[in-house]
């Protein structure tokens, strides 16, 4: 069963490394670590298959503290912002 980890506020891309998604930190506690595997459902209804390549949960934003994450195998315009995440 999938659980579902936050809707994305931002992304961005690393040259060499991939794509990041940030979203505020959520009220739960994340178990995501390198290479789980989890699932983004886009605004249109689409959804992608990706991997995760390295969390970091301490990134500061003027609305707070948020967690980023660094994913494998998409690009940018493949997670428009209010894609959920889900972890598998």
């Known amino acids: 069963m999938r659980a579902f980890v ?17 979203a505020g930190m959520p009220d ?25 390549r390295g969390v970091d949960a301490g990134i500061r934003r003027e609305n707070g503290t948020a967690i980023a994450i660094l994913l494998a195998d998409v690009t940018k315009a493949d997670i428009p912002i209010g894609t959920e995440v889900w972890q598998a």
């Open 28 to 52: 739960h506690k994340l178990f995501l670590k390198p290479g789980d595997g989890i699932l983004l459902k886009r605004p249109d209804g689409s959804e992608v298959e990706t991997t995760i």
């Open 6 to 22: 936050f809707t994305v506020e931002d992304v961005f891309c690393i040259t060499g490394r991939g794509c990041v998604v940030v």
